[in-house]
């Protein structure tokens, strides 16, 4: 995989590519390599983002909630997961996998009580 903007197309290939692997399908030499390569670079992209909302999260609850203690957590899907869900749902474009990476507010309760 080279360095820079991985397209959806990539990405999409390299979910097939995997498919076919755990299908026990003929290959190209490398091919899986490469593709988990670009996998791997398609998670990484989701990184940035991740940290910049999860930053906003945390100044936000900090700033404007009265609930103590609140933590908030973030994680991408490790590449394994990602490779399993992939064969779980044959039908799924790994572009359109949208929970690659997730941050929330956990709060030990709601303001009005409930």
Do not use: F, W
């Not at 700033?63 to 490779?83: A, D, E, N």
């Amino acid at each position: 995989m080279t360095t820079g903007t991985i397209s959806k197309t990539q990405v999409n290939h390299a979910g097939d590519v995997v498919r076919a692997e755990r299908r026990g399908e003929h290959l190209l030499p490398g091919e899986y390599e490469q593709a988990l390569q670009c996998i791997g670079d398609y998670r990484g992209t989701h990184g940035h983002a991740l940290q910049t909302r999860a930053a906003g999260l945390r100044y936000y609850v900090e700033k404007h909630s009265v609930l103590q203690p609140i933590r908030v957590g973030q994680r991408l899907k490790r590449l394994p997961t990602i490779i399993d869900k992939l064969c779980r749902e044959p039908k799924m474009q790994l572009a359109r996998m949208q929970d690659i990476a997730g941050c929330r507010a956990v709060v030990q309760s709601t303001a009005n009580g409930s």
